[in-house]
């Protein structure tokens, strides 16, 4: 068949599936938003690649960047995106989309002018956007927020009620789905994932630990976006907890407002163990990884039921223990507390995240331990063969109105 897989996003698994599904002899385009600032995978045809796996980058305003945080500002680029993708769709006539990470509004104008031409789609749910806005934004908004809920959650009901299956990452979204009048014989769950071969344990001693100054550091890391569900505090207050060890770094790698705080913070705080860099190479990232001994995640309390951060997959295969701040009823909370392959706590709870942070500092072989049981646990649950099963299942199934 043809297919047409789009991640808004451009992360890793996603790109790794589209080439899986084109080395099954499928003809797959590969689409995904340009000119987002985020952690990006391998987005540039290679020589190994399938004949028939394609890359096609869906153009985007750059402005949007500018103005991402901007509420109403924002909505105007997401509009013309999904203008921009729907043509794509109608211009490659797949035989079926696979669409994730897509902002609702675009989403929904690709679903409708698909439907519209017989192409059958599946929705992706990495998150739910009307929640979000519904958590989020009417903090700082609380009319508007309330007005923009309303607008997305019929939007997002629409595109669950016309897609022909949702894919849903954990059983947790089922009921959510069901909520928006989602028909439960066209859901089906499928956990993200990480691509393993692409992440390989590497030397804590690299290139790139030289490069930046950490072979002999103990090193806190964060990487992806640090946006409106997440707290940076955390990070901050980690920093300031370790500020008399010249032994340690805390190392922040992503770009945003949450960047830009704890810029602020690091100077007038005096952190010089603070280390904030842009987002790195996805080439890079095996030796990014290898080179920390405590990987970090966040998340707020509100975002606990919309959203999965997929950094804790990307974590597990570097073998290192995850210290995560995230709500206890989150899925990625669960993979680290069953697995024993890190700690956990509430994303509020900044004494606690500290505390566990020492803990891992000084229980050197407890730590290993975790690292060792992430990477099993990422061996034993990615493998893109029975991945790609699924979806190929999926895909197959959507091919019938």
Known sequence: MKVLVHDYAGHPFQVQLSRELARRGHSVVHAFAGGLVTPRGALV??????????IQEVPMSRDY?????????????????GRVFSSLVLRERPDVVLSANTPTESQWR????????GIGVITWVQDFYSIAVEKLARKKLPLLGALASWWYRRLDSACFRHSRAIVAITEDFVPILRGFGADPARIVTIPNW?????LPPRPRRNDWSARHGLDDAFVFH????????????????????????????VVVISEGPGVEWLRERKVAEGLNNLILLPFQNFKEMPDVLAASDVLMAVLEPEAGI?????????????????????????LAARIISQNR???????ADCRGFVESAVRLRTQRAEAAEMGRAARRYAEQTFDIQTIADRFE???TQALIP
């Open 45 to 54: 045809r290679c020589a190994e690649d399938p004949e028939g796996f394609q």
């Open 65 to 81: 960047a500018r103005y991402k945080y901007s509420f109403v500002r924002r909505r105007g680029f997401e509009v013309e995106y």
């Open 110 to 117: 690709m679903v409708r002018d698909a439907q519209n031409r």
């Open 194 to 198: 990480a691509p393993l071969e692409e």
């Open 222 to 249: 964060y990487s992806g976006t640090l946006a409106m569900k997440h707290n940076p505090d955390l990070l901050l207050q980690l920093a300031i907890r370790f500020r008399g060890d010249l032994s340690v770094r």
């Open 306 to 330: 919309f959203s999965v951060p997929s950094k804790v997959l990307t974590y597990h295969c570097a073998g290192k223990p995850v210290l995560g701040g995230i709500p206890a009823e989150n």
């Open 341 to 347: 392959t890190g700690l956990c706590v509430g994303p």
């Open 393 to 395: 299942t999926t895909l």
